[in-house]
T-cell receptor, first 115, second 110 residues
Framework: QKEVEQDPGPLSVPEGAIVSLNCTYS??????FMWYRQYSRKGPELLMY????GNKEDGRFTAQVDKSSKYISLFIRDSQPSDSATYLC???????????????FGKGTHLIIQP | NAGVTQTPKFRVLKTGQSMTLLCAQD?????MYWYRQDPGMGLRLIHY???????AKGEVPDGYNVSRLKKQNFLLGLESAAPSQTSVYFC?????????FGPGTRLTVT
């Protein structure tokens, strides 16, 4: 059964704090793990994707995957008011040549960074 | 390079009316997808296509039909709209390892 669990929040933190966003998934066949950011009334924007267990860093953002516990995380350092948005985790099973039959999303966490 | 575009941006329909949503991508991607997003439900896959001329059902396909006659376009049709189809519809395309989303179509069925 495809399922990704994510706390919808809202999560409110002061500017400059480290933010931790988390998801769990149930299907061990999931291979790729993504984080999308969605501003109000906009389409989801891909932030990061990872394939293997471990950490991947991009500027202030770090994505972490633990396949043994089926747990994925996104950390935001030095959070800014402009980071206020809904963050969606997603996962899929990729074809051998790339592509997939669609992403399975968590419900999204609404993040508020207070100035 | 416009990425993924969707037409129209907003639409209000009466129950029983039909309409077609158009998605276009200029990235030469093989894979295209239609999702709907509802409060408290997240994004759910309606239909998808793995190449020109192909379509497949996703998680919530009932009440929708799709066509992929050209590689760059993916159409989503509602033959007889119902209030339960009030939602925000997102199209996405995938070139192999990343899905890019359009800006969405906000549909209200009264």
């Amino acid at each position: 059964q495809k399922e990704v669990e994510q706390d919808p929040g809202p999560l409110s933190v002061p500017e400059g704090a480290i933010v931790s966003l988390n998801c769990t998934y149930s299907n061990s066949a999931f291979q790729y793990f993504m984080w999308y950011r969605q501003y109000s009334r906009k389409g989801p924007e891909l932030l990061m994707y990872t394939y293997s267990s471990g950490n991947k860093e991009d500027g202030r953002f770090t994505a972490q995957v633990d396949k043994s516990s089926k747990y994925i995380s996104l950390f935001i350092r030095d959070s800014q008011p402009s980071d206020s948005a809904t963050y969606l985790c997603a996962t899929d099973i990729r074809y051998s040549g790339g592509g997939a039959d669609g992403l399975t999303f968590g419900k999204g966490t609404h993040l508020i960074i207070q100035p | 390079n416009a990425g993924v575009t969707q037409t129209p941006k907003f639409r209000v329909l009466k129950t029983g009316q039909s309409m077609t949503l158009l998605c276009a991508q200029d990235m030469n991607h093989e894979y295209m997808y239609w999702y709907r997003q509802d409060p408290g439900m997240g994004l759910r896959l309606i239909h998808y296509s793995v190449g020109e001329g192909t379509t497949a059902k996703g998680e919530v396909p009932d009440g929708y039909n799709v066509s992929r006659l050209k590689k760059q376009n993916f159409l989503l049709g509602l033959e007889s709209a119902a209030p339960s189809q009030t939602s925000v519809y997102f199209c996405a395309s995938d070139g192999g390892y990343e899905q890019y989303f359009g800006p969405g179509t906000r549909l209200t069925v009264t």
